[in-house]
């Protein structure tokens, strides 16, 4: 690649803590790394659940795939004024899932399941268990059908409600442009790129990312994958990225 990488977008918020890889990068090679999220999660309000003719109370258990979830459904409970029986069962993707679960209820009283894989596919044997229960799970507008193929395969009983939605955050087609390489960490980032920039063209701009899901939306968007993660070797997007970085600064 001909271009020099001097000037990185990472469509992710900020690093939380001071230490971080990104800004070792950043340092050792003199790069300019700005933090922008490309998305963001927005919750349904009362008025826009109530469109889904769904109650809360019908239901006998719930599954969380992700702390988000966790966040809107309380929230949409706290709106609507219910309050959580102590008989509701609660089915978590893991156990960080599960224990975030303390925020809003007292754990050590409640039935909580969660997965040791931190897949759907841990949690079977007690969806086996408990399959007389009526399940409820709350999902973003945009989710993958294979978060209930479990549930499908148990022969379960459950609702998949709406509860929040991934929307796009502005960032103008000037500011991106002004980027010699773009980071991507979800499908919807890729969605939220061509909805601020309806003509990119990626030229010589190089394109990171981490996930297959995310590496399939940027080749199915006739994009050129530059730098990706995990792959074997690579773990994390900061190890993909300084490979990327220490070669194309080597480049003449």
């Known amino acids: 690649m001909a271009l020099k990488v001097k000037k990185v977008l990472v469509s992710q918020p900020a690093p939380a803590i001071e230490r971080s890889p990104y800004y070792d990068i950043a340092e050792k090679y003199r790069l300019q790394l700005d933090f922008r999220p490309f998305i963001r999660v927005e919750g349904l309000d009362a008025k826009e659940f109530r469109q889904q003719r769904l109650n809360i109370q019908d239901y006998t258990a719930v599954v ?45 009283k409640r039935k909580v399941f969660f997965s040791t894989t931190g897949k759907m596919a841990g949690l079977s044997a007690a969806l086996a268990k408990h399959n007389k229960e009526k399940f409820i799970v709350p999902v973003s507008d945009v989710h993958t059908e294979d978060l209930t193929a479990v549930l499908d395969d148990k022969n379960i009983d459950y609702t998949k409600a709406i509860m929040y939605r991934t929307v796009s955050n502005d960032i103008t087609e000037e500011e991106i442009l002004t980027y010699d390489m773009l980071v991507f960490f979800s499908p919807s980032g ?13 030229e010589e701009r190089a394109i990171g990312c981490f996930g297959a899901s995310t590496a399939k939306a940027v080749r199915d968007a006739g994009l050129r994958l530059d730098c990706e993660a995990p792959l074997p070797g690579v773990p994390s997007m900061t190890a993909a990225l300084e490979n990327f970085i220490k070669e194309n600064h080597k480049a003449k």
């Not at 966790?70 to 893991?94: G, N, Q, W």
């Not at 061509?194 to 990119?200: A, Q, S, Y």
């Open 64 to 108: 969380f795939t992700a702390k988000t979830a966790i966040d809107h459904f309380f929230a949409l409970c706290e709106e609507f004024r219910v309050a959580m029986p102590e008989t509701m069962k609660y089915f978590c993707i893991s156990e960080a899932v599960a224990l975030y679960l303390q925020k809003y209820i007292v754990y050590r």
């Open 190 to 202: 890729i969605i939220s790129l061509f909805k601020n920039v309806p003509h990119f063209k990626q």
